[in-house]
């Protein structure tokens, strides 16, 4: 449990799309290669034959892998019991898991600004790689910004990189 006074939020998340994006151009650039080995030889060997039905096969994986994407959404909980009211635990809730499942722990693996790349690990060690993005936010900025302020107060002191305890540099 993350020692934070955070308000709790809830924001849309998705799997990382760019593992499908990737994937997607490895597929494309393994086409465009046949095509043009196929221009270069047009006796098409049997091992042009065997890469096409590797391309085929890449290409069924990915749609496989785009249908099962996750969607859902990140929630911050807070405690509410008359302690402090200091900690919380993040949740991904999902139509699988609508009750939604605890994340043992939760890191920016990746801030670009106005999309953020999270690594959160549930209870039973599955690793669910979540992609965040500024857009998402159905009504304001205060979401994304709300969002932000939880993953940053909620972080593992450990898991920081520290840049802001050591003393500024003297010129």
């Known amino acids: 449990m993350a020692r934070t ?97 605890a994340l043992t722990r939760l890191r920016v693996a990746l801030d670009l600004g106005d999309a953020l790349l999270l690594e959160g690990r549930t209870p039973d060690g599955l690793r669910l790689w979540l992609w965040c993005r500024r857009s998402a936010a159905a009504g304001s900025i205060a979401d994304w910004i709300a969002l932000r302020r939880a993953l940053t107060a909620a972080a593992d002191p450990e898991g920081r990189s520290g840049i802001f305890e050591r003393a500024a540099p003297t010129p």
């Open 5 to 101: 006074g955070a308000a709790g939020v809830r924001y849309p998340a998705g799997s990382a799309w760019l593992d499908a994006l990737g994937a997607a151009l490895a597929l494309l650039t393994a086409g465009a290669a046949l095509v043009v080995w196929a221009m270069a030889r047009p006796d098409l060997p049997p091992a042009w034959w065997l890469a096409l039905l590797a391309v085929a096969s890449g290409a069924l994986w990915v749609g496989w892998g785009l249908r099962r994407r996750l969607q859902g959404e990140l929630a911050w909980v807070p405690v509410v019991d008359g302690g402090d009211g200091l900690g919380g635990t993040w949740r991904w809730i999902s139509t699988a898991r609508p009750r939604g499942v």
